[in-house]
Structure formats: structure tokens, C-alpha cells
């Protein structure tokens, strides 16, 4: 049996059908934007490995963290003890997360993140006296992850998730917001989709605990991009209410949407925020959950007095390191440069796809392309094609698009735009 017959026999893949896979690379070594595979050929990862490999794979300073901190402490359990690694990234993040976000709770994955963010908020409520405040709201178009709570609050129809619809706890989903980002933003709340928010609130928000999403971009739920001033209006009728707001910024953190956080663009602070994805530059998986003092005092100072989650591997240093040494690459790089110009190339490389038949729409922020078809493409087409084209595309749902990570060369960006395109018009 080759390695590969092996994995189609015997392994499962995410999203994928376990008894009919498709085409699958053996990839066998990674290097800033380039996969290798075990036959030779090499791939640019347009996906930058699922939006985490921002400063390209393999980073030197990355690895050179990674293989110190190998040598003296891999792991240690973090109930009693704790360790620098895990010190040193709070310090970092903290200095560069706004003001008031600043009690740190580590964990291993975006969607522990998310199952952490929400227990802090109902135990938070709980500790204000509010324990009938345990349901979610959350906007359409969502996604948060594929543990059971996380998968509560994603689409409920066009997220991954429509199948468990009758196993799962209801919430409450509120429409997508309907104005997009660079569009006129009316101040009228019917018009600008936050009387939606505001009747909920007004008529059940004695039922809720926290409003969920991800500002400015939804990302796996349909690569939508809304206008911010949408997260405005949403901070101050949460506030109004008592429902605390959770940003779900693990796709769009450090940097991808042209501010350091997706949420900058709206200068909105949540009461929690997850990020993940790109925090070890996709080196490692590593996860956090930051709420400010007031939520943190809320559940310290409760009868309950702990919060009830603690992951067998949380702060992992090895995790750790290796996200201090990407935060630093952030930090020393030009990222914000970067991002700009690959934002540019692409409005200008993208731009021909508009004229393509079957093609809905084409997008462009910071460094996330999107080509947008009338219908669902298939990723086995795009899996089948990158060892020719020479780029790594998965598209999703009817949407084609890029992630690269922000070292990527205006050649190489060219090659992956033109895939896009190509993609697209064989879809057509
Ligand atoms: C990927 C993602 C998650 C889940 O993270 P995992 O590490 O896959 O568990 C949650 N929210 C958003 C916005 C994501 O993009």
C-alpha cells in the first residue's frame, strides 16, 4: 500500500468524504510560501494554511524560539505553575491589544477559545445575579468553530453545521448586516439592520448572555465583509442592555484585514475576544481568550470563584514561544506595508474575474481575495489542478479566494491571482 493509499484508506480529512477523498498531496517539507511535495513539485499555500501562516512557513526566528525552548521545557501543566513563555506572550499581547483586554486565558484551539469566551459570559452573569442570561445571539453568516457551543452560533442554514440543527441549543440569530463595507452607512436603524439588535434586546435580552461575532469579516460562514459602524451601533445597544459583546477575531487577528485587529476598524472594544489561527504564524496551534478586568473580577469574585475550564495542555510553552517570535515578527516587519500592497495587486489582478459569466462578485481587504461565483465550486477541482498551476487554492461554498501570508513576493502573488481567475472561469 503507498503512504497515499494508506491516508485514503484510513484517515480522515477535515470537510472531506472519509470513503471518497479526491485528490490528496503528500506534502513533505514547507518553506516561507511554498509547500514541497513528496514527488518534487512545489506549491505557493494561497491559504497560507488556513489564514495561520502569515509570516510563511518555517519562519527562522520562529523555529530557532521553537527549537530553544525544546531543549529546556516542551510542556509543564499550568494549574500551580506557570512558566516565561507564557508571561512573555501576555505581556505582548496585551501591549497590543487596546486598552481594558487584558486578563489572558490560554488554550489550544480556535473553537476551545470560543466554548471558554462563552462560559465566561454566563458566568459572568451569573456572578451580576443574571443566571436566566444564558442564551447567544449572534449574527448570520457566522462561524465559530465545530465544538458543540461554537457550532450553536454559526449559521444555522448555510454554516457547516445545518445537519445538527435539531441537537442543537437554540440562539438567537440576527440578519447578517446588510450594509458592506464601503458602502454609504445610513443612520436610520432600520435601515442600517440595527433595529434587528435592538428589538431582540429590547424583548429578550433578559435571556441573553453576550452577542458573538466576527467584526467587519465573516469568514468560513460566506467570506462577507460588513461595514463597522454596524459594530458601533451593536457595542452600545449591548451595553444598553447588559448583554456583554465576544469578538471572534481568530480568522481575522494580527494584521490580515489592514488593521492589526478586524475590530480597529470600527475602534470597538468587546468585553471578550478570541484569537488563534495566525498567533504562532501557523507554526503550532495555540489559542486565547482575553476579557477585560471587569469580566474577570465578575467571575473571581463570584461564589463560583474559578471559571470552569482549564485544557490539559493550556500555555503550552512550546505553543508560547512560538507565538512571542511571531508576535515579534509582526512587531519588527512592516506587515501593515505589506498587507497594503498585496491588497492593491490583488483589486488590480482580481478586477478581470468581474467580467467572467457566473462570476457574483469580487472583493478585496487587506490580504483576503475573493472571487465570488454564482454557485458552489468544487474543491477537488481546485485540488486536482495546483500541482499544474503550481499554487494551493481550496475553495469553499461558492466562494474562490486567498490568504497568502504577507511575505509573499508581487510574482508570487501573480501566479496565485491567476489561478483565481482561471479557477473561475473554468467554473463559469
Ligand atoms: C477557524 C476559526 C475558528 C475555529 O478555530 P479552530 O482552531 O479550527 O478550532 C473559530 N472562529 C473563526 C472565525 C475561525 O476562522
Not at 92 to 100: I, N
Not at 142 to 159: F, I, L, Q, R
Not at 234 to 263: K, N, P, W, Y
Not at 307 to 329: F, K, R, V
Request: hydrophobic residues 45%; aromatic residues 6%.
Amino acid at each position: 500500500m503507498t503512504p497515499l493509499d494508506f491516508d485514503a484508506r484510513h484517515l480522515w480529512h477535515p470537510y472531506t468524504n472519509v470513503m471518497d477523498p479526491g485528490p490528496m498531496h503528500l506534502i513533505s517539507s514547507a518553506e516561507g510560501v511554498w509547500l514541497t511535495r513528496e514527488d518534487g513539485g512545489k506549491m505557493i499555500d494561497a491559504m497560507a494554511s488556513w489564514w495561520c501562516a502569515v509570516h510563511g512557513h518555517r519562519h527562522p526566528a520562529i523555529i530557532a524560539a521553537m527549537q530553544a525552548q525544546l531543549d529546556h521545557l516542551p510542556h509543564v501543566m499550568f494549574g500551580g505553575l506557570t512558566h516565561t513563555p507564557a508571561i512573555e506572550l501576555g505581556k505582548r499581547l496585551t501591549d497590543m491589544l487596546p486598552d481594558g483586554l487584558d486578563r489572558i486565558f490560554y488554550s489550544d484551539s480556535g473553537s476551545v477559545a470560543i466554548e471558554v469566551a462563552l462560559k465566561m459570559a454566563v458566568q459572568n452573569q451569573m456572578a451580576k445575579g443574571h443566571s436566566g442570561r444564558a442564551e447567544f445571539a449572534t449574527i448570520r453568516g457566522g462561524y465559530h468553530g465545530d465544538t458543540w457551543k461554537a457550532m450553536s452560533v454559526c449559521d444555522p442554514v448555510n454554516g457547516m453545521h445545518g445537519l445538527f440543527r435539531g441537537a442543537m441549543s437554540i440562539q438567537h440569530f440576527l440578519p447578517r448586516p446588510s450594509v458592506a463595507l464601503g458602502q454609504d452607512w445610513p443612520e436610520d436603524l432600520a435601515l442600517n439592520g440595527l433595529a434587528a439588535l435592538e428589538e431582540l434586546l429590547d424583548r429578550q435580552g433578559d435571556r441573553i448572555a453576550a452577542l458573538i461575532l466576527e467584526p467587519v469579516v465573516q469568514g468560513a460562514g460566506g467570506m462577507y465583509f460588513y461595514h463597522p459602524s454596524w459594530l458601533k451601533g451593536a457595542r452600545e445597544l449591548c451595553s444598553a442592555h447588559g448583554v456583554l459583546l465576544i469578538f471572534d477575531e481568530i480568522a481575522t487577528g494580527f494584521g490580515r484585514t489592514g488593521q492589526l485587529f478586524a475590530m480597529q476598524h470600527a475602534d470597538v472594544v468587546p468585553d471578550i475576544l478570541c484569537v488563534g489561527k495566525a498567533l504562532t504564524g501557523g507554526h503550532i496551534t495555540l489559542a486565547a481568550t482575553i476579557a477585560t478586568e471587569a469580566v474577570a473580577r465578575g467571575i473571581g469574585e463570584s461564589e463560583a470563584s474559578v471559571l470552569m475550564h482549564g485544557p490539559t495542555y493550556m500555555a503550552n510553552p512550546l505553543a508560547c514561544a512560538a507565538a512571542i517570535a511571531s508576535l515579534d515578527q509582526l512587531k519588527q516587519r512592516d506587515w501593515h506595508h505589506e498587507v497594503s500592497a498585496i491588497a492593491k495587486q490583488m483589486e488590480h489582478e482580481l478586477a478581470p474575474a468581474c467580467d467572467i459569466p457566473g462570476v457574483a462578485d469580487v472583493r478585496v481587504l487587506g490580504a483576503i481575495g475573493v472571487i465570488e461565483m454564482e454557485s458552489v465550486v468544487d474543491p477537488r477541482i481546485a485540488h486536482a489542478q495546483a500541482p499544474k498551476t503550481g499554487v494551493w487554492l481550496r475553495p469553499f461554498a461558492r466562494n474562490i479566494y486567498c490568504m497568502p501570508p504577507f511575505v509573499i513576493s508581487g510574482d508570487e502573488l501573480s501566479r496565485v491571482t491567476a489561478a483565481m481567475v482561471n479557477l473561475a472561469r473554468g467554473e463559469a
